[in-house]
């Protein structure tokens, strides 16, 4: 028997005409303005010791997933059955809702830490606060687990005093503490410098070699490839692929699975280059030379098929032959997408902001908090 099994997952987001009206408040439900159907029918099948990477374009609903299956969100429908219990997820109650959790753990893109507690105190808070744990046995918990990730001598220090990549290390050791069966996390590694994202992965890839089940939404291809036993791909609400992560890799069934992962390259291509004085004609073939590799041909900036666009205000897109240097103020939109008809939207798009050592991000994107430094 699996360990997990999900079966049809939906959930809608509505928004309604008046800010800050929600169904109840005057007794009636208003209808909503508009609604979103952000997951449509999502089945999957986790086996213990399983590490599953969920790989998807932004907006494709793979939080929302991991939030409804620990009901951080509640479904409209689904039905989640962990070790042989059976949990509905449009309609839980409390005990349930604790039940569940005592078996599973949350690692969020953004760390959640308390600002005010130490790395220690992290860990042990809900041991002793949820779990009642005698202090002194919760600290000794604690002191384990920050072993664990590498950061038993960063007991004593605050999150503001630690790396993001030493945040999200406490915060897995936080989700350890707790002994749960599966681990669940959301784009652990996106909101890190590149330089820090390795110490993050090196600590899940041990996690894995030691038969942790986890549950893992990434843009890291290496992890998925590596690292992961089963891939998922998501899009647009549903899981269009899935399989063991060797043969997903070997041979992508879906031909847009193949395009997304070049598309996350040549992202990853551009954002390595964007700063001031950088040249245009340098990020195009960057971004073309992915594509290439991967086998779809040139980019056509600013056409359908497979696309790169790059656009600010001052140069419309990027193309060959424009030797224009960025320069601090310049707003980027990057839109590395795939509009052709046999494969589907795939898009990602972000906004960002040229500085004077690199760039930030305008929009609220899977690597907001990236911030390239001069050098
Ligand atoms: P992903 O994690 O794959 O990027 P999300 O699950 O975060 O996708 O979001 C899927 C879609 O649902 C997006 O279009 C997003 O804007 C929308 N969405 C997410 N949370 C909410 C919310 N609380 N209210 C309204 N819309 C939401
Ligand atoms: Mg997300």
Known sequence: MAMLEIRGVHKSFHTYAKPGVHPGIFGRAPKPTSSLDVLRGV????????????????????????????????????????????FDLAHADRASIA???????FVFQNYNLFRNKTALQNVTEGLIVARKMPKAEADAVGMKMLEKVGLADRADYYPRQLSGGQQQRVAIARALA??????????????????????????????????????VVTHEMGFARNVSSKTV????????????????????????TRAYDAMLRARDNIFR?????????????????????AGFGSILPGRCGHGMGLSTHEFPSVTKGNKAPLAPGMILTVEPGLMSAELGAVRNSDTVLITEDGFEFLTNSPRDKIIIKKG
């Open 43 to 86: 089945d999957l099948t986790v086996e213990k010791g399983d590490v599953v990477a969920i790989l998807g374009p932004s907006g494709s609903g793979k939080t929302t997933l991991l939030r409804c299956l620990n009901f951080l969100e509640t479904a409209d429908a689904g039905k989640l059955t962990f070790d042989g219990e059976t």
């Open 99 to 105: 039940q569940l959790r005592r078996k599973t753990a």
């Open 178 to 215: 707790s002994g749960p069966e599966i681990i669940y996390f959301d784009e652990p590694t996106s909101a890190l410098d590149p330089e820090l994202t390795g110490e993050v992965l090196a600590v899940m890839r041990q996690l894995a070699q030691e038969g942790m089940t986890m549950l």
């Open 233 to 256: 791909f998501m899009e647009n609400g549903v899981v269009v692929e899935q399989a063991p992560s060797r043969e997903f890799f070997a041979d992508p069934k879906e031909e847009r």
């Open 273 to 293: 280059m964007l700063r001031p004085g950088a040249i245009f004609e340098d990020l195009y073939f960057a971004a073309m030379k992915e594509y290439e590799e």
